[in-house]
């Protein structure tokens, strides 16, 4: 490579390119290497012939505006624009979706002990949030709670914040957190947004804010390792084009070096070990870390859903839709229309609908399972959705496993995730949602990536 790098960023996903753009604008000269064809990793999204643009599974951001991700593409310089969006949450109740505000009915305690709730969580300092990392969300209701209504209710936006099934598992000072983040912000518990084009509305200006400053992005190529000499950061070496059509197995050893002193790890966790050596008796990193790292890496959720292109709408609210157990499935379930609050992404007329549930990995890995899950899931949408069978113009089933980063668990969330800085290594930086950033998916890995590019240019900037 004919140029000198001051930074690669390994992963265009949202924190790749937030920290790339920011590092670029900063001054230093960036490298972006993707390994997939196009920047967006998980928030990725592909166009169909006929005027459909299709985002990966089901993605609703949290706090649209007042987001940290909204604020990441800021500090890049450029704007996100937000589609209209109704707060109503639809509920499916007796053979039909309803309005679940109009649905709640609270007894005068209940409101009472709701306002009261909301209140304390919106005051909250860090260092109360912080004393939950350890707590479950269940634990801290039980508690906190009076009322069985009022519990089950924040139970249930729990799941929805940290798609975790079980109140007992979800970390008590990450939802925390989020719903002051919300209550502080937007005066609701919890709140979530649709960009204009869909996730194109958040990827495309990230990338055009890297490019415009004169950052290069190479998509289409694999980091291979990051190269570590002395403890001290030299580059990364990019696999090489396989000659032979079968690459997964034929290893091609004299790969192509690219040089820089820093190197940002911008892909999660459990795909790290493929390109940073974290053998104890080898790794340039410390012991105790290789051990939290081997420890949390595999601790993550599952989606599995369905994304239709509709000839015409079976539902056409601009809002979000729950189910806290499936009929048929026994699972909770979400979906919303994208085409709702954007039309913009489906041709004139027509609509998308998209769906998931949060499935144990699991229960993904054993594809039998996975085939019978989503098999049932299509029969209780029939039935929520009726008609829709008819009006299909394509359908696409989904899996994934590490949707949301780690898991947000007792133990894994806050000041317990890894650190942005590497220890024991010199120019060593990792970004994304399974390193340290609050928030809601998305947030969080725009917390993490800002934060990680702050601190490089702080280090190392011009
Ligand atoms: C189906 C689905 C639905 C979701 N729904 C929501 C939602 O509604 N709301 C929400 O807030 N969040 C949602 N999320 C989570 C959200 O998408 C992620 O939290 C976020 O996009 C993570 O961004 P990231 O930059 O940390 O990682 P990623 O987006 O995973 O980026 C990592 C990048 O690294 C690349 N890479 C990996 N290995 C290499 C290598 N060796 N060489 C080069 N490149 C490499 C990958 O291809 C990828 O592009 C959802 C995720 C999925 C999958």
Not at 345 to 350: D, F, H, L, Q, T
Request: with cysteine; charged share 25%.
């Amino acid at each position: 490579m004919a140029d000198n790098y001051d930074a690669i960023v390994i992963g265009a996903g949202l924190a790749g390119m937030g920290a790339a753009a920011l590092l670029q604008r900063g001054g230093m000269n960036t490298l972006l290497i993707e390994k997939e064809p196009k920047p967006g990793g998980r928030t990725g999204y592909f166009d169909l012939e006929g005027g459909w643009r299709v985002d990966i599974g089901l993605h609703l951001l949290e706090l649209g505006d007042a987001s940290a991700l909204h604020r990441m593409i800021q500090a890049a310089g450029k704007e996100v624009k937000w589609a209209k969006f109704s707060e109503d949450v639809g509920v499916f109740q007796d053979g039909k979706w309803q309005d679940q505000a109009a649905l709640l009915s609270l007894s005068k305690e209940d409101l009472d002990e709701l306002k009261a709730m909301m209140k304390r969580i919106a005051t909250m300092d860090d260092a109360e949030i912080e004393s939950n990392d350890l707590t479950g969300w269940g634990d801290w209701l039980a508690r906190n709670t009076k009322s069985t209504v009022i519990r089950h209710l924040f139970e249930v936006n729990g799941m929805i914040m940290t798609t975790v099934p079980d109140p007992m598992e979800m970390a008590a000072g990450e939802v925390l957190f989020i719903a002051r983040d919300s209550l502080t912000n937007k005066r609701q518990f919890l709140s979530a947004a649709y960009p204009v084009g869909g996730m194109a509305g958040v990827v495309d200006p990230l990338v055009e804010s890297f490019k415009e400053a004169g950052g290069t992005l190479m998509c289409g190529t694999t980091v291979d390792s990051v190269l570590i000499d002395n403890r001290k950061t030299r580059g990364v070496a990019i696999k090489k084009k396989s000659l032979s059509p079968y690459s997964d197995w034929w290893y091609m050893p004299d790969n192509e070096v690219i040089e820089a002193p820093v190197v940002l790890c911008a892909l999660p966790m459990w795909s790290l070990d493929a390109i940073l050596d974290v053998n104890p008796a080898t790794s340039p990193m410390p012991h105790w870390w290789i051990k939290r790292f081997e420890d949390m890496k595999l601790e993550t959720t599952g989606l599995i859903g369905h994304v239709v292109g509709l000839k015409e709408p079976v539902y056409d609210k601009p809002n979000f839709l729950s189910v806290l157990e499936l009929e048929k499935t026994r699972m909770p379930f979400q979906a919303f229309v994208p085409s709702a609050f954007d039309p913009g992404v489906a041709p004139e007329g027509k609509s998308i609908l998209a769906t998931d549930c949060v499935v144990e990995p699991d229960q993904i890995f054993d594809t039998f399972e996975l085939g019978r899950l989503l098999k049932s899931m299509w029969e209780d949408t029939k039935i929520m959705f009726p008609g829709i069978e008819d009006k299909i113009e394509w359908i696409y089933e989904y899996k994934c496993v590490g949707c949301d980063g780690l898991a947000r668990k007792p133990g894994q969330v806050g000041r317990y995730k890894p650190d942005v800085v590497a220890p024991a290594v010199d120019g060593l930086f990792f970004a994304g949602d399974t390193y340290q950033g609050r928030g809601l998916a998305v947030n969080g890995a725009a917390r993490s990536g800002h934060k990680c590019a702050e601190t490089i240019l702080d280090k190392h900037g011009k």
